[in-house]
């Protein structure tokens, strides 16, 4: 019902752009279609990939291998990230929630809390890396015209200190339900090996797109319809699953929503004049409270209408702020559903209060990492 909701609002809110302001509205939709097609591909690569059995191996192996909480939170963090940057934050939290959730089961539960609140919050912080990592960045990047390798080597200790930070608060915030694992001697099940094949060759070759190529959509789209149609053909995958993952109702309503700000944000100069007034750190700030209050990526349409004058800044606040609020992003929405799909229960206002830690220490450091390599 909400997404539908959702889908309605963004339609009728695009419509209205088109008709009050029709060039504003064909500029922001120029801006915006790429991403959320570059998400659809990812979230495609990802559902083969999880058919592979790649994440539920990976959350096995975990289990097995981890002999204290630290251990297994560690390892969960590297997997989060690694998933993060490569599928997007929106991949992440759709198909490792599940897995995490599984991987702390197999020990009666133990650090079931530390790994849901992980899997959320280093999603959202772990997205500054790859432009594919965030929707944002790339409609951000929309002004900047940098390949992925460029966009890299200007954010990258940004990224890591977003990351570090995050991981740090959530495992100390955590500590309780990691100490319980360290206390259980059970050994997990093992399962079955993973298939390399498609699902890998599909994440290895977008991961390759997404860094050398400054339009990625189209090509990461491409592969993603093609490992899906192929995995279709060959009964391992449903329709159903297809439109499932892809969730067109509520990118739908987003994008449509995010077409009508960006035409307001170039129809009106308000949001562009704020932000030629601040700098690097009150610019980040202003982004942050604008994804609680808009959701990231229609505040990304509308601050970015422009060329903003800190688009780094813009994009640690557009990309972090999430975490404060359950309005901040799609990606809490995905979490909801799959950790309650998978039999967890999820604490929206616990991550909202280790997000209220986060965000402005991660914010904080990624602000200051930015000044040392001189991105901000």
């Not at 909701?5 to 922001?28: N, Y």
């Not at 969960?76 to 490569?86: D, S």
């Not at 992440?92 to 849901?116: E, I, K, M, Q, W």
Request: proline share 5%.
């Amino acid at each position: 019902m909400l997404s539908r909701l959702l889908a309605v609002t963004g339609l009728v809110g695009a419509a209205a752009a088109f008709a009050l302001a029709p060039h504003d509205a064909q500029q922001a939709a120029a801006q915006d279609w790429s991403p959320f097609v570059l998400v659809a591909g990812l979230l495609l690569i990802g559902l083969v990939a999880d058919g592979d059995g790649l994440f539920a191996w990976a959350g096995r192996q975990l289990a097995h291998s981890a002999r204290s909480g630290t251990l297994l939170f560690v390892g969960a963090a590297a997997i989060i990230a690694a998933v993060t940057v490569t599928l997007n934050l929106d991949t992440s939290v759709a198909f490792l929630t599940p897995v995490l959730v599984y991987t702390a089961s197999s020990r009666d539960g133990a650090a079931g809390p530390a790994l849901l609140q992980a899997c959320l919050l280093l999603s959202n912080a772990g997205s500054l890396l790859l432009p594919g990592s965030n929707l944002t960045n790339l409609i951000v990047l929309g002004h900047l015209h940098l390949t992925g390798g460029q966009f890299i080597a200007r954010i990258w200790l940004a990224a890591l200190a977003a990351l570090v930070v995050t991981a740090v608060v959530v495992g100390v915030g955590e500590r309780r339900s990691l100490r319980a694992w360290s206390a259980w001697a059970g050994e997990p099940e093992q399962g079955q090996r993973p298939v390399l094949g498609v699902g890998l060759a599909a994440v290895l070759v977008a991961t390759a797109v997404v860094v050398t190529l400054s339009s990625p959509a189209v090509p990461v789209a491409a592969v993603g319809a093609v490992a899906a149609g192929i995995r279709l053909a060959q009964g391992r995958e449903k329709p159903r699953d297809v439109r499932e993952v892809l969730g067109l109702p509520v990118l739908i309503g987003l994008f449509g929503v995010a077409v009508a700000l960006g035409a307001v944000g170039r129809a009106w100069s308000g949001p562009a004049t704020l932000l030629s007034h601040l700098d690097g750190w009150a610019t980040a700030a202003v982004a942050g409270l604008a994804t609680v209050a808009l959701n990231n990526l229609p505040a990304a349409s509308l601050l970015a209408a422009r060329t903003p004058g800190h688009p780094f800044a813009l994009l640690v606040g557009l990309n972090l702020g999430p975490n404060l609020c359950v309005t901040g992003s799609l990606a809490w929405l995905l979490w909801l559903r799959a950790a309650r799909g998978a039999g967890a229960e999820p604490s929206v206002a616990r991550a909202s209060r280790l997000g209220a830690i986060a965000v402005p220490l991660s914010m904080a450091l990624a602000l200051g990492a930015l000044a040392l390599t001189g991105s901000a």
